[in-house]
């Protein structure tokens, strides 16, 4: 008899949640790994539960629950989104007996769910291993080991150690074939409206707030047939909408996102595509706008950042303001209209002035595009965290919850929070002209 494994994605606890075409990809991943063992796999993703709305992304339910005494200044409502406690209980009681249970993690701040998922599973059953793994796993390891504390906390890229690991469970586990199954064929999920897709991991650049090159220790590409094959078999079942989820997606223009581009156009692959991370604007010329364009990409962020040059140098030099203004005008050209192009700029950066704030959004103005403010929190490990240690505004053992940038603004800003407030409210402003 094969043995019996359960995967789940825990639910977010936060103040604000959206679904925007959100998968735990890194445990579907596991999962397709596992597909090639004498193992059955049980799946549950507490977050499955939306209201479906524009180009499949979602509402997502949503519970008051009570703060973390660490947030009960907080003067907003804290909530658990997804499938209710009731729901996952039943859930699991329908799955039954399990011999192994391994949950992901994703942002630091979400904990909570975490811990809540190991306290419930830990009660309907007693002795099972739990291993825990992803992003807050792998970053935060002695908070994870202390607050969770799973049998196995897993960090790092998935490889034949994870087998190894957890054969010390006493499983003889076996591998039965080389071909891993898709996710998306072990029949997880009910409605596959949208999915992500990864077309490479990593990133060759090393921005002083990004924790990409903490997870990945190198950058890779995938095959562009293995990539397209994946698309294609995704419209085929009747996927919408994909979301690209790299973080450097148009690196290496020339020999990897047009020749996706170029062969998803002439397999006429009719699905609408997302980039919810930021593109390197850089790489964006005349052909690559039209790619884009004629690929069907529907929702398209940009990476600014800042619009200082001391700063943007700075931080890595990844964009220069010239190469925005270039990207945005063959995007135009190409038929995108203004309210599709959206471009990140960050508030709260460590000694970042509101002025410097202000000149970004005006900057984004002239332009006539989308502007999306996002706020600078800190992530373990980072070279901007160990500022901030070094400088006293944080500790280094800050609890995670702390770094949710909704709030981490609001704690520890050097801003007059009116001021941000009056600048939030004139860009909300400014995009619905748009
Ligand atoms: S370019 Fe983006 S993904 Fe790469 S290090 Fe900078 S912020 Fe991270």
Sequence with gaps: MNLRFLLINPWIYDFAAYNFWARPLGLLKVAEFLSQFNVDLFFIDCCDSFLVKKFSTGKYHAEV???????KGIKRNYKRYGISETEFIE????IGEIDLILITSIMAYWWPGVKRVVEIVKDLFNNTPIILGGIYASLYKNHAEKIINPDILYSGQLDENFIEKIEKFGFNIKR??????????????????????LTSTGCPFRCPYCASSLLYESFNQKKITEVVKEIEELSKIGVEDIAFYDD????????HIKPILREIIRR??????HT????????IDKELAELLKIAGFKTLRLSLETVDIKRQIETGGKVTNEELERAVYYLKESGFTSREIGVYIMYGLPD??????????????KLQVRIHLTEFSPIKGTYYWRELVKKGIISEDLDPLLTNNSIFF??????????IEKLKIDVSRFNLLL
């Design 65 to 71: 629950v009570e703060k973390p005494s660490i947030l």
């Design 276 to 283: 919810p991370n930021g593109l390197h604007v850089r790489f």
């Design 352 to 365: 970042q002035s509101i002025d410097e704030v202000r000149a970004g959004v005006n900057f984004l103005k």
């Design 410 to 419: 609001e704690i520890f800003s050097i801003y007059d929070k009116s001021d």
């Design 248 to 255: 450097a997606l148009l690196y290496n223009a020339e020999t």
């Design 176 to 197: 039965i074939s080389f071909s891993p199954k898709y996710w998306w064929q072990l029949g997880f999920y009910n409605s596959m409206l949208y999915a992500p897709i």
């Design 268 to 273: 006429k692959i009719s699905v609408r595509f």
């Design 91 to 94: 859930k699991l009681k329908k």
